[in-house]
């Protein structure tokens, strides 16, 4: 049976609540993985059911290194979010991604050390392929209801953070050909992968990380003002692309909402039943098929 859809919108910083909502109402959803990093505001946009979740907290309160991604994305799934797009603030590893600038991000690079990364583990094994690590059906929407520019694929190199990169660091990662640098959208892509979600990301460009000539080092104050300007922007495009985003088809035409099919390794009877039913909401569907 079909689920209704539900967009889930992760805001980062800069982005801690989504006016226009109507029926709003923070609610609280526990988690088996502990604790998410706050309550979720529900409401409707045009009619359309929608899902928010400010990545560190209001108030801006959990550094990207402490936030727990397994919640985060088990209370989305948890309160039937179908459809997630990631809002999130990123320095630019080329000349021609000035700051202001949007991203529709479709590749990543992992650096990051922290963990766990993935919602399976011993006593229930699972391999999902993140060859195309997000949804371009979803970017698709985004794209289509842009007003201004927006720049369509891109690498984002996720590093630990909470400190910014070095030169040295900066320099080996243009080398590397990535596009945005930031520190929150892994493992979070991953575990949206693993809890079959349309996953799309908006990397909203405040600075040139420490590599440009001009710009050798990145100035709190300069990405805070431009990050309340591209706040105020990323909520106009996020409220544009909602009605799009639910009218597109079902299943998915890339397989997102069906990643477990073929994912999971371990074989029934050898299955951890403690780690089953912590992952009722990931992997609820599969579970019971397989």
């Not at 526990?30 to 560190?56: I, K, M, Y």
């Not at 907290?57 to 039937?80: E, Q, T, W």
């Not at 991953?190 to 405040?206: F, G, H, P, S």
Request: hydrophobic share 40%.
């Amino acid at each position: 049976m079909e689920r209704p859809p539900v967009i889930g919108i992760i805001g980062g910083t800069g982005l801690y609540e989504l006016p226009g909502l109507t029926a709003r109402q923070w609610r609280k959803i526990d988690s088996p993985f502990g604790d998410p990093s706050d309550e979720l505001l529900t409401g409707r946009l045009d009619g359309q059911a929608v899902v928010f979740l400010p990545r560190h907290g209001r108030g801006h309160r959990i550094p990207p290194d402490a936030i727990n991604y397994r919640a985060n994305i088990d209370a989305l799934k948890r309160a039937g979010v179908t459809t997630l797009i990631s809002v999130s603030a990123v320095g630019s590893l080329r000349a021609d991604l000035a700051p202001g600038q949007f991203v529709l991000v479709d590749q990543f690079i992992d650096r990051t050390l922290r963990g766990p990364k993935s919602f399976f583990g011993t006593g229930l094994v699972a391999h999902v392929s993140l060859a195309h690590p997000t949804c371009a059906a979803t970017a698709d929407a985004i794209a289509a209801a842009a007003v201004d520019p927006i720049h369509r694929g891109g690498t984002y190199l996720a590093m630990e953070g909470p400190q910014f990169s070095t030169r040295a660091e900066s320099a080996m990662h243009r080398q590397l050909g990535c596009d945005v640098i930031g520190m929150t959208n892994m493992p979070e892509a991953k575990l949206a992968r693993e809890a079959e979600l349309c996953y799309a990301v908006i990397a909203m460009v405040t600075d040139f990380d420490c590599w440009h000539p001009d710009h050798d080092h990145v100035n709190i104050e300069d990405v805070i003002r431009t990050l309340h300007t591209n706040a105020d922007r990323a909520r106009a495009l996020v409220t544009a692309a909602v009605p799009r985003l639910a009218a597109r088809p079902t299943p998915c035409p890339h397989g997102c909402d069906r990643a477990l099919d073929r994912a999971l390794v371990t074989a029934r009877e050898a299955r951890d039943p403690a780690l089953v039913a912590r992952l009722d909401a990931v992997a609820g569907r599969v579970l019971g098929q397989t």
